[in-house]
C-alpha cells in the first residue's frame, strides 16, 4: 500500500511562477523526503525533514511538515523550464512494522511552460 | 565514483522466461531495495533488504524472487510467474533513516 498521497496529480505553470505540491500520509513517520523525477530516470533526492522539524529549505525549495495533519507540502519559487518532472514524497515505516522501508506516493507531475 | 548501478537499461523477455535484473551499489549501504513503476504512475515496493542474506516482501511480491549474498548486490529475477512484467524497474540503497539513491532504472518488456 502507498503511504503518500500527492496532490494534484498534475500541475502546469508559467515560467517564473511558483509550484506548490502536497503530500498527505497515514501513519506516524520517522521522516518525510521529497524526490525529482525526470521522465525515464531515476529518482533524485531533494529534500529530508524529520518528524521534529517543520519546515526546512534548500535553494528554491521549501518543505514544511504538519504532523498533526499528517501532511507535507513542497514550494519550488521561480520555477524554470528544468524543473519539469515528476515529483514524489516518500516516507519510512518504521512506526508501522518496524522495518526501514520507504514507500513513496503516485508523483505529481509537474509542467513548467516557456 | 561512489553510486548504484543498474543493468541492463532495457530488458526484453519472451512469455514464460526467467529474467534476471542486476543492481550494485558501493556506497556500503545496508538497504537496498526494488520498486516497480507502471507508466504515469507512483513506485510500489517489490522486495527490500535491510541486511545481508535477509529480506522482505514489499506489496507486491509475487511473481518476483531476490537474493542478497553479498552487501554490494541485490539481483532481482522476474519469473514466469509474473504475469505482467512489462514495467521500469527502480533499484535503491540507503543508509538508515536517510535518503535513498537511485539507479538509472532497467526498462523490461516482454515479447
Known amino acids: 500500500s502507498q503511504q503518500g498521497e500527492e496532490d494534484p496529480q498534475a500541475l502546469s505553470i508559467q515560467e517564473g511562477e511558483n509550484a506548490t505540491m502536497n503530500c498527505s500520509y497515514k501513519t506516524s513517520i520517522n521522516n518525510l523526503q521529497w524526490y525529482r523525477q525526470n521522465s525515464g530516470r531515476g529518482l533524485v533526492h531533494l529534500i529530508l525533514?524529520?518528524?521534529?522539524?517543520r519546515e526546512k529549505h534548500s535553494g528554491r525549495l521549501r518543505v514544511t511538515l504538519d504532523t498533526s495533519k499528517k501532511s507535507s507540502s513542497l514550494l519550488i519559487t521561480a520555477s524554470r523550464a528544468a524543473d519539469t518532472a515528476s515529483y514524489f514524497c516518500?516516507?519510512?515505516?518504521?512506526?508501522?512494522?518496524?522495518?526501514?522501508?520507504?514507500?513513496f506516493g503516485k508523483g505529481t507531475r509537474l509542467h513548467i511552460l516557456p | 565514483d561512489g553510486g548504484i548501478t543498474q543493468s541492463p537499461k532495457y530488458l526484453f523477455r519472451k512469455e514464460g522466461q526467467n529474467v534476471t535484473l542486476s543492481c550494485e551499489q558501493n556506497l556500503n549501504h545496508d538497504a537496498m531495495y526494488w520498486y516497480r513503476q507502471d507508466p504515469g504512475q507512483g513506485l510500489r515496493l517489490i522486495y527490500y533488504s535491510q541486511i545481508v542474506n535477509d529480506f522482505q516482501k514489499g506489496d507486491i511480491a509475487e511473481g518476483y524472487s531476490v537474493s542478497r549474498e553479498k552487501k554490494e548486490s541485490f539481483p532481482l529475477t522476474v519469473t514466469s510467474a509474473q504475469k505482467n512484467p512489462t514495467a521500469f524497474y527502480l533499484c535503491?540503497?540507503?543508509?538508515?533513516?536517510?535518503?535513498?539513491?537511485f539507479g538509472q532504472g532497467t526498462r523490461l518488456t516482454v515479447v
Open positions: 535503491a540503497s540507503s543508509m538508515g533513516y536517510r535518503e535513498a539513491f
Open positions: 516518500a516516507t519510512d515505516s518504521s512506526h508501522i512494522d518496524r522495518d526501514d522501508k520507504i514507500i
Open positions: 525533514i524529520r518528524s521534529n522539524e
